[in-house]
C-alpha cells in the first residue's frame, strides 16, 4: 500500500512538472543552457584532466611508491594502507566526484579491496578548493571563507580518525613494476572517463532542473529556498545564499552544511560511478551526514 502511494506521489509529481516545463519553457531552457555551461567551464575542465592524469599514473604504478613512502605513517595514524594519502591528494586536486573514480580504478587494478574503498568513502570528500573560493567569496569575507574550507578539509581528517578503530585490514601487497603500454592506457582512460563525465552532466542539469521546479512550486520563503536548493544541488544553494537577508552565523552553518553534505546531485554522481562494482554508496552517505554533524559543530564552536 506505501508502494502504490509513493508511486502515485511520485508519478503526480511528474506530471506537474511536465506541465511546469512546458508553462516555463524559456525558462527552463535558460536553467538547461546554465547547467551545460557549468558543467564545461568549471565542471569538464578540472575533472577530464585529472581522471586521464590519475589512470595514466595508475598504470606507472604510481600508487605503489604512495605505498611504500606513507604505509607506516597511515597505518599507525589512521589504520590505513599508505595509498590513502594517494586518494587524498588527487582527490583534493581535482575535487569530487573524483575519489570515487580513484577509488574504483584502484579497486580494478587491485591494488585496495573494496572493504578499503569502502572505508575510504568516508573520509575522501573534497570539494575542489577554487570552487569553493569562488562560490564563498560572493557571501562571506576573506577569514570565513579560509575557515568554512578550512573546516571542511579537517572534518574528513576527523571522520578518518574517528572510524580507524573499524578500518578493515590492510591489503597486503608484492610490490612488483608492471609493464603497460601507454597508449592503450591513454585510448581506454579517455572512454572511460567521457563515459563518467557524460554521466556527471545528465545529473548536473538534472539537478539543477529539479531544484528550479521544485522551489518555484513550493511556497517556500528565502531560507528554506536556499536549504532546499542546497539540498539538491550546491552551486545553486551557494548562489541563493548570497541573497538572503540573515546574519552571518547563520549564513556559515548554512554553508558549511550545504558544502558537507554535497547535494543529491553529488551523491548521485558518486553512486553513478560506483555502479557495477562491490563498493558501496552507503558509506559515502553515511560519511556525509558525519561530515555535515561535525562541520556545523565546528562552525558554531570557531
Do not use: W
Request: aromatic share 12%; proline share 3%.
Amino acid at each position: 500500500m506505501k508502494e502504490k502511494i509513493s508511486n502515485f506521489t511520485f508519478t503526480l509529481f511528474l506530471f506537474i512538472s511536465i506541465y511546469f516545463i512546458f508553462k516555463n519553457n524559456q525558462e527552463v531552457s535558460n536553467i538547461i543552457i546554465t547547467g551545460t555551461n557549468l558543467f564545461f567551464t568549471k565542471v569538464f575542465v578540472s575533472l577530464f584532466p585529472m581522471f586521464i592524469i590519475n589512470d595514466l599514473l595508475i598504470a606507472l604504478n604510481i600508487p605503489y611508491y604512495f605505498y611504500i613512502i606513507f604505509n607506516n605513517l597511515f597505518s599507525k595514524l589512521l589504520k590505513t594502507s599508505g595509498i590513502v594519502c594517494y586518494v587524498f591528494i588527487m582527490s583534493l586536486i581535482s575535487g569530487t566526484p573524483s575519489q570515487a573514480y580513484i577509488l574504483k580504478s584502484l579497486v580494478a587494478d587491485k591494488l585496495i579491496s573494496n572493504e578499503e574503498a569502502n572505508h575510504y568513502l568516508y573520509f575522501t570528500y573534497f570539494s575542489n578548493p577554487l570552487f569553493l573560493l569562488l562560490m564563498l567569496s560572493a557571501i562571506f569575507p576573506t577569514p570565513i571563507v579560509l575557515k568554512i574550507i578550512l573546516i571542511h578539509y579537517l572534518s574528513n581528517l576527523i571522520i578518518a580518525l574517528i572510524k580507524r578503530k573499524s578500518a578493515p585490514p590492510i591489503t597486503n601487497k608484492e610490490i612488483t613494476i608492471k609493464t603497460t603500454n601507454i597508449g592503450t592506457a591513454l585510448t581506454k582512460s579517455i572512454t572511460k572517463s567521457m563515459s563518467t563525465l557524460l554521466m556527471i552532466l545528465g545529473t548536473i542539469v538534472f539537478y539543477m532542473l529539479l531544484t528550479y521546479i521544485v522551489t518555484n512550486i513550493l511556497p517556500l520563503n528565502a531560507p528554506l529556498k536556499t536549504m532546499t536548493a542546497g539540498f539538491f544541488e550546491i552551486t545553486r544553494g551557494l548562489n541563493l545564499l548570497s541573497t538572503v537577508n540573515l546574519t552571518s552565523k547563520i549564513k556559515e552553518i548554512i554553508a558549511i552544511s550545504i558544502i558537507s553534505f554535497g547535494g543529491l546531485s553529488i551523491n548521485t554522481q558518486i553512486k553513478g560511478i560506483l555502479e557495477e562494482t562491490s563498493i558501496n554508496y552507503i558509506y559515502f552517505l553515511k560519511g556525509r551526514i558525519m561530515q555535515t554533524i561535525i562541520s556545523v559543530l565546528l562552525i558554531i564552536i570557531i
